[in-house]
């Protein structure tokens, strides 16, 4: 009997195919949105705790530790001070640090930062699970005046090896202090990695202080021009202070000490924070607009759902007859109640699994695409629980909805006879 209700059920609502396809496309796309958000949510909490790995600690001026990770991690904003080069080399000589790399900031090009640092950036620098950065193109910096680019710098800029580049002083607009005095020269491009290093341009700390020769006042010294390159490369560029050090260990397990001894350090100011920690800590300033963003796509499943509970009360009147030949044919009022109750779940079951085919087959178009032009890697966006989780209760709280005009129908078809009159 379950198997002949569930049949006509389906019947009816073919019956009734314009109006049911309507629900049925308003519930996939209401499911397609929240699991979208889901989805990218926890895809982008994913890349975002990704952006670094492999670095144990990261060493900067006590200025706080989202602040930190904010310019040496994501090169937002500028530091409020800096680190000697006396402390950085301190912390490298320390028996408990497998490696250190200083970080430059402060300069860019054509709204890119730029990063001074060492060779050993592209040996211990990490992302995701454990990856290291790779070349697409060329090798790492060797001259004093090379650069290797991110790829969406060299994407989006269309630049290529032996590409001439003319930094900027500062994050302001190209123009009276640009560095033209000083060009590099591309000589890499690392492959696409999803974090910000793509949007970087990296060259070496000396290089930094070169281009910064007969700007000692901030701004340009007529007398720089003078400075020819030979004489450039015969000082000392050693710098005097760097913004921040990736600090690798070589015991995980000392981690705690070796950051305590660091930030308790008498000579020099200094604050080491663990990279996970910091960027739990920023995660968690945004959960605001993340518990947005879920409440948003919630309340349009539920106006998705309301659909449902739209459709099957608006038909009512219209099968008043119906009801009452499937009476005179002898269902019974249960029948009744279950085959409306079952048209609710149909429509609320089809309705998912269809939101849910259409977002898996978004993200795999859109996923490739994504990698490929942006390097943005969308990961956990398969099928998994949530969508189980989401496809039945929807079809739960279908059946609910679907309730109330379930007794009403049973309602009505006790009381009407094939003489009813619509």
């Not at 993200?363 to 990698?371: A, K, N």
């Amino acid at each position: 009997m379950g198997t002949s209700i569930l049949g006509l059920a389906w019947r009816s609502l073919m019956n009734r195919r314009v109006s049911a396809f309507l629900t049925l496309i308003a519930v996939a796309l209401s499911v397609a949105l929240f699991l979208g958000v889901e989805k990218g949510r926890n895809a982008a909490k994913a890349g975002f705790d990704n952006t670094i790995s492999g670095t144990e600690l990261i060493v900067g001026a006590p200025s706080g530790p989202i602040n930190l990770v904010l310019y040496s991690v994501f090169r937002l904003g500028n530091a409020t001070a800096e680190i000697s080069w006396n402390a950085f080399e301190m912390i490298q000589s320390r028996d408990d640090v497998a490696w250190a790399v200083p970080i430059s900031l402060g300069d860019s090009h054509r709204g890119y930062r730029v990063l001074g640092t060492t060779p050993g950036y592209f040996d211990h620098y990490g992302y995701g699970q454990g990856q290291k950065l790779s070349f697409q193109d060329g090798a790492r910096f060797d001259d004093l005046f090379d650069a290797v680019l991110g790829a969406e710098v060299a994407r989006t800029l269309g630049y290529e090896l032996g590409t001439p580049i003319v930094l900027t002083h500062g994050l302001g607009r190209a123009g009276l202090t640009d560095h033209d005095n000083r060009p590099f020269r591309v000589v890499g491009i690392l492959e696409p990695t999803g974090t910000p290093v793509d949007r970087t341009i990296h060259v070496s700390v000396e290089a930094i202080t070169a281009i910064h020769v007969g700007w000692e006042t901030g701004t340009r010294n007529p007398l720089a021009d003078t400075i020819t390159e030979d004489m450039i490369r015969s000082f000392d560029l050693t710098p005097k202070t760097v913004t921040a050090a990736f600090v690798g260990l070589k015991s995980r397990g000392s981690i705690l000490r070796t950051r305590r001894a660091i930030n308790t350090n008498r000579s020099e100011p200094l604050l080491a924070i663990i990279p996970s920690q910091a960027l739990a800590e920023l995660w968690s300033v945004m959960g605001n607009a993340e518990r947005v963003l879920l409440a948003i796509s919630a309340f349009v499943i539920a106006v998705g759902l309301v659909s449902i509970l739209t459709s099957i009360l608006t038909s009512l009147n219209e099968r008043r007859r119906e009801m009452s030949i499937l009476r005179a044919i002898g269902a019974q009022p249960a029948h009744i109640l279950i085959l409306m109750i079952l048209e609710a779940a149909v429509l609320g079951f089809v309705g998912a699994i269809l939101g849910v085919v259409l977002i898996q087959a978004l993200f795999l178009i859109g996923g490739p695409i994504l990698t490929a032009q942006y390097g943005i890697a969308l990961t956990g966006t398969g099928l998994g629980l949530v969508d189980l989780v989401t496809v039945g209760v929807v079809t739960l709280v279908s059946v609910v909805l679907g309730i109330f005009p379930a007794i009403t129908a049973m309602r009505r078809s006790l009381a009407d006879g094939l003489s009813v009159k619509l």
